[in-house]
């Protein structure tokens, strides 16, 4: 059975999980998470995917996981010299039939509980604190989108409180505003808060933040629908980033003018927006592309070149500089 693990690429397809040894992994993996040993969950998550003889609900388990962390702590796939976990065991030895993707039921959040929610054994006060010292006081934005992830699954009213004083008194970016707000909702908190968001002032309903894709207005997923279909056509892997890209967008200027003008699902605001997120994948993948040959190929005419590069703006104040695409001369 597959009972040494080393840290490196474990035995490849040459070794074999038997089913014994599922839940000693589960427990190992969450202890390591526990602990805070995330490179050492990260290499034994994509050692177990490269097992061969594991059921789809593990296989399927560890990927989702897998993705978590190196979405959470993207340095992870760095230092591991190989894919991202999007690509990291694409089918499991074992000869499972049908992908674990499609065949095992969506249960993220199932889960994600699973891996962060604190031990009935543990010292439940000590863990409080250090969850709010790291939201506070955290060394990095990763650190403090663990300590968010762990927060939501505290029993203790007063960090509500905490998360809500974080959030009212110190400047952060958007995307870390919202991640703020799903946990305040996932914790049942409910009520209205006021923040800058891209230096605008919104009064937000803690209890209308969107935790899954269904709870965003139509036209998102219209939106993402039309880039994906586009950037296809260049390159078949441009619409998974494409996805993971409008959702850190959608993160961003939720609640603002410009999710505001999104939400309409005018088509104009459709058009535009799938042809920002089709500039800034492509830049980011190539590090170039042609604004005017995408411009036209979704049928924005120059009257709406505001309203186009109005969007772009957007899209660079969620992201960042590497995919501000092409500069005017």
């Known amino acids: 059975m597959a009972d040494h693990f080393d840290g490196g690429d474990g035995g490849g397809s040459n070794v074999y999980l038997m089913p014994s040894m599922t839940e000693e992994y589960r427990r190992r993996i969450r202890r390591l998470l526990e602990t805070e040993r995330f490179g050492e969950a990260h290499a034994l998550l994509r050692f177990l995917l490269d097992c061969r003889g594991q059921d789809g609900e593990a296989y399927a ?102 998360i809500l004083e974080w959030l ?48 965003y207005p139509p036209a998102a997923g219209e939106v993402l629908e039309r880039a994906c279909r586009a950037t296809e056509s260049y390159d ?29 699902g005018e088509e104009e605001a459709v058009d535009c927006w799938a042809a920002a997120l089709h500039l800034a994948v492509q830049t980011a993948a190539y590090g170039r592309a042609d604004e005017a040959e995408i411009r036209a190929a979704y049928g924005i005419p120059e009257s709406l070149r505001f309203r186009f590069e109005q969007a772009c703006r957007a899209v660079r104040r969620a992201v960042g500089p590497a995919v501000e695409g092409p500069r005017k001369s």
């Not at 110190?170 to 968001?197: D, I, K, W, Y």
């Not at 998974?240 to 003008?261: K, P």
Request: proline share 8%; hydrophobic share 35%; no cysteine.
């Open 61 to 162: 388990e560890w990927r989702r996981l897998l993705r978590w962390l190196e979405a959470v702590f993207p340095e992870l796939v760095a230092l591991s010299g190989r894919p991202s976990g999007s690509e990291a065991g694409a089918e499991p030895a074992g000869g499972l039939a049908g992908s674990p993707e499609e065949d095992a039921p969506d249960d993220e959040e199932a889960m994600r509980g699973r891996a962060l929610r604190p031990r009935e054994d543990g010292d439940r006060e000590a863990l409080i604190r250090r969850v709010i010292g790291e939201l506070k006081r955290g060394s990095s934005p990763e650190r403090r989108l663990l300590a968010l992830e762990k927060a939501a699954y505290l029993d203790a009213p007063e960090v509500d409180q905490a």
């Open 168 to 215: 009212r008194g110190e400047p952060m970016h958007p995307s870390m505003q919202f991640r703020a707000l799903q946990t305040l909702r996932r914790r049942g908190v409910t009520g209205r808060v006021l923040l800058n968001r891209a230096g605008e002032t919104v009064e937000l309903e803690i209890e209308r933040t969107p935790l899954r894709p269904e709870d």
């Open 236 to 264: 078949p892997m441009l619409p998974q980033f494409a996805r993971e890209l409008w959702e850190e967008i959608l993160r961003s200027i939720y609640g603002t003018s410009d999710y505001e003008w999104l939400a309409s």
